[in-house]
């Protein structure tokens, strides 16, 4: 069975940066997503299409085609009262906020002052070169529930 929209696929995979540091691995065969439904990255979703189950990949994803470029425009200073009272904010720390269309955006704060905060909220993977090692381990056709839903349900997948 290839890899084609309406079907559910596990992966194996490890992300590296360009230097070889591993960002992210799932090797355990606990990585499903719906295939055509935007649940991964538009330039690692292309490179799966017709791919089969023991294919294995190579993929290098641009930061167009992964988590966008670095925009310098959210990087921005804020009043120290947009966070709680009671918590000390220290550089590096990450928020999690709502971002202009109500998504959820995670945001770290990169200066405190006593009155005010700079926060970088681009997203971390942003104008990085992603190098991801694939390999298909599944591939299953999606449940009609999970097609009208837009991701996997099941063991390994969204729950209700
Ligand atoms: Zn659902």
Redesign the pocket.
């Known amino acids: 069975m290839k890899i084609t929209d309406r079907h559910v696929v596990t992966l194996n995979y490890t992300l590296t940066d360009n230097d070889g540091t591993v960002i992210d691995q799932a090797q355990d065969s606990s990585f499903v997503y719906l295939h055509g439904a935007q649940n991964i990255i538009p330039g690692l979703e292309k490179e799966l299409a017709d791919k089969k189950v023991g294919d294995k990949l190579t993929i290098k994803v641009s930061p167009e085609e992964g988590y966008g470029l670095r925009d310098d425009k959210r990087v921005e200073e804020v009043p120290r009262e947009m966070f709680p009272e009671d918590t000390d904010i220290e550089p590096g720390m990450v928020f999690h906020a709502e971002g202009p269309n109500g998504e959820m955006i995670t945001v770290t704060a990169i200066e405190v002052t006593e009155t005010s905060v700079k926060i970088d909220s681009n997203h971390a993977l942003a104008g990085i070169e992603l190098n991801f090692d694939v390999e298909v381990m599944a591939v299953r056709a999606a449940e009609p ?2 097609i009208e ?1 837009g ?1 996997v ?1 099941g063991p390994e997948g ?1 729950q ?1």
Do not use: K, L
């Open positions: 529930v999970e839903h991701h349900h969204h209700h």
